[in-house]
């Protein structure tokens, strides 16, 4: 059975942080890049980074440049996300997402990040 279960998520003060994590199991982990995507109420997903198997990121958005970091464990088949610096623009729901070469792709259930002051 495949899951992708994302934790960390919760409320902070702009300026603040947070450490989300994905937990996968049930497919060969190093075999699939790594994505964090996002969905703010009213608007639509968007992906946030990508990390590959061998550790490569992507960042899709300038201004997530230096405040977002992902990395992942494939010996412990988790990926994670540094958030630092967040912003009330940051508040939305945050998914994990696992991709292989071929196309196939699982979803996590999401982690609610809200950042307000």
């Known amino acids: 059975q495949v899951q992708l279960v994302e934790s960390g998520g919760g409320s902070v003060q702009p300026g603040g942080s947070l450490r989300l994590s994905c937990a996968a199991s049930g497919f060969t982990f190093p075999f699939y890049t790594m994505s964090w995507y996002r969905q703010a109420p009213g608007k639509e997903r968007e992906l946030v980074v990508s990390i590959t198997s061998t550790g490569s990121t992507t960042n899709y958005a300038d201004f997530m440049k230096g405040r977002f970091t992902a990395s992942r464990d494939n010996a412990k088949y988790t990926v994670y996300l540094q958030m630092n610096s967040l912003q009330p623009e940051d508040t939305a729901v945050y998914y994990c997402?696992?991709?292989?070469?071929?196309?196939?792709?699982?979803w996590g259930q999401g982690t609610q990040v809200t950042v307000s002051s």
């Open positions: 997402n696992a991709k292989n070469q071929f196309g196939r792709q699982y």
